[in-house]
Protein backbone atom coordinates (compact mmCIF):
# COMPACT_ATOMS: atom_id res chain seq x y z
CA UNK A 1 0.00 0.00 0.00
CA UNK A 2 1.66 3.40 -0.69
CA UNK A 3 0.63 6.06 1.03
CA UNK A 4 2.55 8.73 -1.05
CA UNK A 5 2.14 8.69 -4.62
CA UNK A 6 4.56 11.24 -6.41
CA UNK A 7 4.73 12.12 -10.27
CA UNK A 8 6.33 12.23 -12.50
CA UNK A 9 9.36 10.18 -12.13
CA UNK A 10 11.65 12.03 -14.13
CA UNK A 11 11.72 15.97 -15.14
CA UNK A 12 13.91 18.02 -17.78
CA UNK A 13 13.44 21.63 -17.52
CA UNK A 14 15.23 24.24 -19.05
CA UNK A 15 17.51 26.72 -17.29
CA UNK A 16 14.53 29.50 -16.24
CA UNK A 17 11.86 27.63 -16.49
CA UNK A 18 8.95 26.28 -13.93
CA UNK A 19 9.43 22.48 -12.36
CA UNK A 20 6.24 21.03 -10.90
CA UNK A 21 6.17 17.97 -8.94
CA UNK A 22 3.66 16.53 -7.50
CA UNK A 23 2.13 14.11 -4.48
CA UNK A 24 -1.09 12.59 -3.60
CA UNK A 25 -1.72 11.14 -0.42
CA UNK A 26 -4.31 8.97 1.64
CA UNK A 27 -4.19 9.19 5.15
CA UNK A 28 -6.63 11.79 6.49
CA UNK A 29 -4.58 11.69 9.47
CA UNK A 30 -1.04 13.47 7.96
CA UNK A 31 -0.62 17.00 8.85
CA UNK A 32 3.26 17.45 8.28
CA UNK A 33 4.10 17.05 4.38
CA UNK A 34 8.07 17.95 3.94
CA UNK A 35 9.57 18.15 0.88
CA UNK A 36 13.36 16.74 0.53
CA UNK A 37 15.72 17.68 -1.77
CA UNK A 38 18.99 15.12 -2.22
CA UNK A 39 22.24 15.22 -4.44
CA UNK A 40 24.24 12.61 -6.03
CA UNK A 41 25.83 11.22 -3.01
CA UNK A 42 24.46 12.67 -0.56
CA UNK A 43 21.68 12.40 2.13
CA UNK A 44 18.17 13.94 1.69
CA UNK A 45 17.83 17.22 3.23
CA UNK A 46 14.53 19.12 4.43
CA UNK A 47 14.00 21.91 1.49
CA UNK A 48 10.29 22.90 2.52
CA UNK A 49 7.73 21.93 4.69
CA UNK A 50 3.86 22.98 5.22
CA UNK A 51 0.93 22.06 7.49
CA UNK A 52 -2.48 21.52 6.06
CA UNK A 53 -3.72 24.64 8.03
CA UNK A 54 -2.36 26.91 5.16
CA UNK A 55 -2.88 26.82 1.47
CA UNK A 56 0.93 27.97 0.19
CA UNK A 57 4.36 28.05 1.19
CA UNK A 58 6.85 29.81 -0.44
CA UNK A 59 10.60 29.85 0.52
CA UNK A 60 12.65 31.84 -2.11
CA UNK A 61 11.97 29.96 -5.64
CA UNK A 62 11.13 27.28 -3.88
CA UNK A 63 6.90 26.80 -3.34
CA UNK A 64 4.65 24.23 -1.61
CA UNK A 65 0.79 24.22 -2.54
CA UNK A 66 -1.81 22.02 -0.86
CA UNK A 67 -5.18 20.53 -1.33
CA UNK A 68 -6.48 19.50 1.46
CA UNK A 69 -9.85 18.58 0.03
CA UNK A 70 -8.20 16.79 -3.06
CA UNK A 71 -5.32 15.30 -0.53
CA UNK A 72 -2.67 16.88 -3.57
CA UNK A 73 -0.03 18.67 -2.51
CA UNK A 74 2.85 19.87 -5.05
CA UNK A 75 5.88 21.75 -5.01
CA UNK A 76 7.28 24.43 -7.23
CA UNK A 77 10.65 25.69 -8.46
CA UNK A 78 10.45 28.95 -10.47
CA UNK A 79 13.19 29.89 -12.58
CA UNK A 80 14.85 26.56 -12.16
CA UNK A 81 18.81 26.56 -12.08
CA UNK A 82 21.09 24.12 -12.86
CA UNK A 83 22.19 23.85 -9.38
CA UNK A 84 18.71 22.62 -8.79
CA UNK A 85 19.11 19.63 -10.82
CA UNK A 86 18.54 16.57 -8.15
CA UNK A 87 15.98 13.88 -6.43
CA UNK A 88 13.27 15.46 -4.69
CA UNK A 89 10.86 13.45 -2.28
CA UNK A 90 7.53 14.09 -0.90
CA UNK A 91 7.09 13.06 2.55
CA UNK A 92 3.70 13.13 4.91
CA UNK A 93 3.46 12.38 8.91
CA UNK A 94 1.02 12.70 11.57
CA UNK A 95 1.53 14.24 14.84
CA UNK A 96 2.18 12.50 18.37
CA UNK A 97 4.25 9.50 18.52
CA UNK A 98 7.26 8.77 16.14
CA UNK A 99 6.33 11.36 13.45
CA UNK A 100 7.23 8.27 11.54
CA UNK A 101 7.88 9.96 7.80
CA UNK A 102 6.60 8.14 4.62
CA UNK A 103 8.46 9.32 1.41
CA UNK A 104 7.20 8.99 -2.10
CA UNK A 105 9.29 7.60 -4.87
CA UNK A 106 10.71 10.49 -5.84
CA UNK A 107 11.37 12.63 -8.94
CA UNK A 108 14.54 13.02 -10.36
CA UNK A 109 14.82 16.82 -11.93
CA UNK A 110 17.14 17.59 -14.65
CA UNK A 111 17.95 21.28 -15.41
CA UNK A 112 19.19 22.20 -18.60
CA UNK A 113 21.69 24.95 -18.86
CA UNK B 1 29.11 19.53 15.39
CA UNK B 2 29.41 16.87 12.71
CA UNK B 3 25.57 16.22 12.41
CA UNK B 4 25.13 12.78 11.75
CA UNK B 5 27.66 10.15 10.52
CA UNK B 6 27.92 6.57 9.02
CA UNK B 7 30.26 4.27 9.60
CA UNK B 8 31.18 2.70 7.12
CA UNK B 9 30.37 4.09 3.69
CA UNK B 10 30.69 1.34 1.30
CA UNK B 11 30.96 -2.31 1.75
CA UNK B 12 30.84 -5.64 -0.04
CA UNK B 13 29.76 -8.38 1.98
CA UNK B 14 29.00 -12.05 0.87
CA UNK B 15 25.47 -13.65 1.37
CA UNK B 16 25.13 -14.96 4.94
CA UNK B 17 28.11 -12.97 6.48
CA UNK B 18 26.98 -10.71 8.98
CA UNK B 19 27.46 -6.91 9.58
CA UNK B 20 26.75 -3.73 11.86
CA UNK B 21 26.29 -0.41 10.24
CA UNK B 22 26.86 2.73 12.79
CA UNK B 23 24.97 5.75 13.17
CA UNK B 24 26.37 8.90 15.36
CA UNK B 25 24.72 11.74 16.07
CA UNK B 26 26.08 14.85 18.07
CA UNK B 27 22.87 16.86 18.05
CA UNK B 28 21.39 15.19 21.22
CA UNK B 29 18.63 14.14 19.15
CA UNK B 30 15.84 11.90 20.73
CA UNK B 31 14.54 10.18 17.55
CA UNK B 32 16.64 8.06 15.15
CA UNK B 33 15.94 6.11 11.90
CA UNK B 34 17.20 3.71 9.46
CA UNK B 35 16.00 4.00 5.92
CA UNK B 36 17.05 2.08 3.04
CA UNK B 37 16.66 3.60 -0.35
CA UNK B 38 16.80 1.90 -3.83
CA UNK B 39 16.31 2.66 -7.45
CA UNK B 40 12.37 4.06 -7.90
CA UNK B 41 11.56 3.17 -4.49
CA UNK B 42 11.99 6.22 -2.31
CA UNK B 43 13.07 5.81 1.37
CA UNK B 44 11.62 2.99 3.53
CA UNK B 45 11.71 2.87 7.01
CA UNK B 46 13.37 -0.29 8.47
CA UNK B 47 13.48 1.07 12.61
CA UNK B 48 13.60 4.05 14.58
CA UNK B 49 14.20 4.66 18.15
CA UNK B 50 12.36 7.27 20.08
CA UNK B 51 14.82 7.35 22.52
CA UNK B 52 18.00 5.62 24.42
CA UNK B 53 17.09 1.58 25.23
CA UNK B 54 13.94 1.96 22.65
CA UNK B 55 13.66 0.43 19.37
CA UNK B 56 10.67 -0.26 17.07
CA UNK B 57 9.88 -1.69 13.77
CA UNK B 58 9.39 0.36 10.28
CA UNK B 59 8.14 -0.53 7.12
CA UNK B 60 10.46 -3.14 6.03
CA UNK B 61 12.10 -4.32 9.34
CA UNK B 62 12.94 -8.39 7.77
CA UNK B 63 16.58 -9.25 8.30
CA UNK B 64 17.84 -6.38 10.29
CA UNK B 65 18.23 -5.58 13.95
CA UNK B 66 19.01 -2.84 15.93
CA UNK B 67 20.55 -1.47 19.29
CA UNK B 68 20.49 1.79 20.90
CA UNK B 69 22.32 1.58 23.86
CA UNK B 70 23.61 5.12 24.18
CA UNK B 71 21.66 8.23 23.21
CA UNK B 72 23.72 9.64 20.13
CA UNK B 73 24.55 6.09 18.35
CA UNK B 74 22.15 3.58 16.58
CA UNK B 75 23.57 0.31 15.33
CA UNK B 76 21.97 -1.53 12.44
CA UNK B 77 22.81 -5.32 12.04
CA UNK B 78 22.58 -7.48 9.29
CA UNK B 79 22.81 -10.97 10.53
CA UNK B 80 23.22 -12.46 7.80
CA UNK B 81 23.62 -10.53 4.61
CA UNK B 82 20.78 -11.56 1.65
CA UNK B 83 21.51 -10.16 -2.34
CA UNK B 84 17.95 -8.29 -1.42
CA UNK B 85 19.79 -6.36 1.24
CA UNK B 86 21.81 -4.35 -1.24
CA UNK B 87 21.01 -0.83 -1.10
CA UNK B 88 21.97 2.46 0.23
CA UNK B 89 21.08 2.87 4.09
CA UNK B 90 20.32 6.40 5.28
CA UNK B 91 20.30 7.21 9.11
CA UNK B 92 18.40 10.12 10.08
CA UNK B 93 17.95 11.96 13.84
CA UNK B 94 15.37 14.50 14.82
CA UNK B 95 14.82 16.53 17.96
CA UNK B 96 11.50 16.28 19.80
CA UNK B 97 8.89 19.03 19.32
CA UNK B 98 10.27 19.24 15.74
CA UNK B 99 9.53 16.95 12.30
CA UNK B 100 12.72 18.36 10.62
CA UNK B 101 14.48 14.73 10.11
CA UNK B 102 18.79 15.05 9.48
CA UNK B 103 20.15 13.04 7.39
CA UNK B 104 23.44 11.15 7.11
CA UNK B 105 25.28 10.68 4.21
CA UNK B 106 24.67 6.95 3.39
CA UNK B 107 25.89 3.57 3.13
CA UNK B 108 26.18 1.65 0.25
CA UNK B 109 26.13 -1.97 1.27
CA UNK B 110 26.52 -4.61 -1.65
CA UNK B 111 25.79 -8.42 -1.17
CA UNK B 112 27.16 -10.56 -3.34
Known amino acids: QQQVKQSPQSLIVQKGGISIINCAYE??????FPWYQQFPGKGPALLIAIRPDVSEKKEGRFTISFNKSAKQFSLHIMDSQPGDSATYFC????????????FGKGTKLTVNP | NAGVTQTPKFRVLKTGQSMTLLCAQDMNHEYMYWYRQDPGMGLRLIHY???????AKGEVPDGYNVSRLKKQNFLLGLESAAPSQTSVYFCASRTSGRNEQFFGPGTRLTVL
Open chain 2, 49 to 55: SVGEGTT
Open chain 1, 91 to 102: AASRQGGSEKLV
Open chain 1, 27 to 32: NTAFDY
